[in-house]
Every structure is written in C-alpha cells, then in structure tokens.
C-alpha cells in the first residue's frame, strides 16, 4: 500500500504488488510476485550480490547496495524482469525460471 515501508534483515517475497508510495528495503535479495510500482531497495546493507526480481517493473525507483537506477518505460507486453548489479552498474534481464 502507499505509505508502507517494509524492512527486512534478510530476503523479501512480496506476493502482490509493490504500489507507488510504498517501500520495501531488505539486507538481501527482494522477489515481487507481481508489479513494482514503489520503491524496492535490496542489499540495504552493502551486498552487492542481491537481485531484485518482480513480475513487471513500473518503478520510480530501485536500489542494489548503493547503487540507483529509474527503470525505463517499457512497450509492449510486461515480462519478467531481474536486476543485479554487474561492475558497478545495474543490469537488467529476462528473469528466468531457473533464476533467483
């Protein structure tokens, strides 16, 4: 919901949607069964080996350690997504069934 923050020592599962206003920060990785809309920050805490992976990315906002990126508008149809960080910048992929 908007105006909720979330923070988690470990790794996050959100089953539902992440709505614009809303915050989920966790020292691990975060998985979104659904849509980002808000702000979603992984490896809060320095691991740069944390992933954030949703459903779709509508995001104002999203944060690996303590690097930041705005995902770019997307056309066509929503596809599962997976960030990471990749030498110092975040990478987006295709989020695979044998991912996490």
Do not use: Y
């Amino acid at each position: 919901r908007s105006g909720t923050r979330i923070e988690f020592p470990g790794q996050v599962v959100v089953l539902g949607d992440v709505n614009p206003g809303a915050e989920v920060i966790a020292d691990g990785s975060i998985l979104v069964w659904g849509r980002v809309r808000g702000m979603v920050h992984a490896g809060a805490n320095g691991d740069q080996a944390a992933v954030v992976c949703a459903l779709e990315f509508s995001s104002m906002q999203v944060r690996i350690a303590g690097e930041t990126a705005v995902p770019s508008e997307r056309s066509g149809e929503p596809r599962p997504e997976k960030i990471s960080l990749k030498d110092g910048s975040l990478q987006v992929e295709p989020w695979q069934a044998n991912q996490a």
